[in-house]
């Protein structure tokens, strides 16, 4: 049984990874943490979860809580997961990093954490949109230049970061395989007099709104002929069992970052 901590455990994934953990033949939920000044403090994390009370209460110091975990999981805000990293170095637990929205500083920093100890990080958990990653490398690499390239993505109205990390992810995928730096032609935002389309560029589209949980169509355009691989996400266990998967495989590994790629490889 791998003992895991679940960090921002009252949150929408939060919650999804209490459910999953319970639901896990190997993992059981031994901390689960929120910020310091939450209500949820002391409160039972099955209960806030939705499921059974499991007799483990909400704490506040991350510092604390992963000392009794093999595994530290965390989907919350970039400097919480900068945070708990700091915490899993200091007492040598692995971690899996579902948070988005990190900047080239915040990656190099989790870069450094991971010679120190196991990471599993990825922009999205979920077996079918790492699928989709390999599909849309091969699609790329087959269609080639003489396909437009545009990413759609949709979530709900909480969202804070855009395009989505699995969007980033999608467009990386097709631009390593058509020999592009995305950081080169990604192409975030169109209005006004723009010009005709550059043939060399990734366009990204982004869709905000109610409840959206994730959904991704990748398009490859080409004059009298279109290809879409989509993904849609009807339901954030997909994530949450993926980040579980995830953490049991990663307890115990040598130093390094891993992706969601090598869980599915390895295991
Ligand atoms: P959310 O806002 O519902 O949950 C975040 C939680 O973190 C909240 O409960 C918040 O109170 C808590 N938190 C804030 N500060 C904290 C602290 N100092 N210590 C402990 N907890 C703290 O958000 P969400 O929808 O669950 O998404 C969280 C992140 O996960 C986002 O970055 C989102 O993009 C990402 N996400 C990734 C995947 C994936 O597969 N990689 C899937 C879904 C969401």
Same mark, same amino acid.
């Given at each position: ?90 007492? !040598?637990? $692995?971690?899996?990093? #579902?948070?988005?929205?990190? @900047? /080239? ?5 989790? +870069?450094? &954490? ?50 989505? !990390?699995? $969007?980033?992810?999608? #467009?990386?995928?097709?631009? @390593? /395989? ?5 950081? +080169?032609? &990604? ?52 994530? $949450? ?27």
């Amino acid at each position: 049984m791998i003992k895991v901590l679940v960090v921002g455990v009252g949150g929408k994934m939060g919650r999804t990874l209490t459910q999953a953990c319970a639901e896990a033949d190997n993992a059981t939920l031994v901390a689960g943490t929120e910020y310091p000044e939450s209500s949820l403090l002391g409160q039972d994390i099955g209960v806030v979860a939705g499921i059974a009370a499991n007799g483990v209460s909400i704490t506040g110091s991350v510092g604390d809580a992963v000392s009794a975990a093999e595994v530290a999981i965390d989907f919350t805000r970039p400097l919480v997961s900068l945070a708990t990293l700091e915490a899993c170095v200091n007492t !040598g637990c $692995a971690a899996v990093i #579902g948070t988005t929205g990190f @900047d /080239a500083e915040q990656k190099a920093q989790i +870069d450094a &954490a991971a010679k120190r100890i196991p990471i599993v990080m990825a922009a999205n958990f979920s077996v079918g949109v790492n699928v989709c990653l390999k599909l849309l490398h091969d699609a790329a690499a087959a269609l080639g230049d003489d396909y437009d390239v545009e990413i759609i993505e949709a979530h709900h109205r909480h969202k804070v970061d855009a395009p989505s !990390g699995t $969007a980033l992810a999608m #467009g990386e995928s097709v631009a @390593d /395989a058509l020999g592009r730096d995305l950081a +080169d032609c &990604a192409v975030y935002a169109r209005e006004g007099d723009t010009g005709a389309r550059d043939g060399q560029t990734i366009g990204f589209q982004t869709i905000r709104g109610g409840d959206i949980v994730g959904e991704h169509t990748v398009m490859f355009i080409s004059t009298g002929e279109r290809v879409e691989i989509s993904h849609k996400a009807s339901s954030r266990m997909n994530f $949450a069992a993926g980040a579980v998967r995830a953490a049991q495989w990663v307890a115990r590994r040598e130093p390094g970052l891993y992706s969601m790629q090598d869980v599915l490889a390895r295991d």
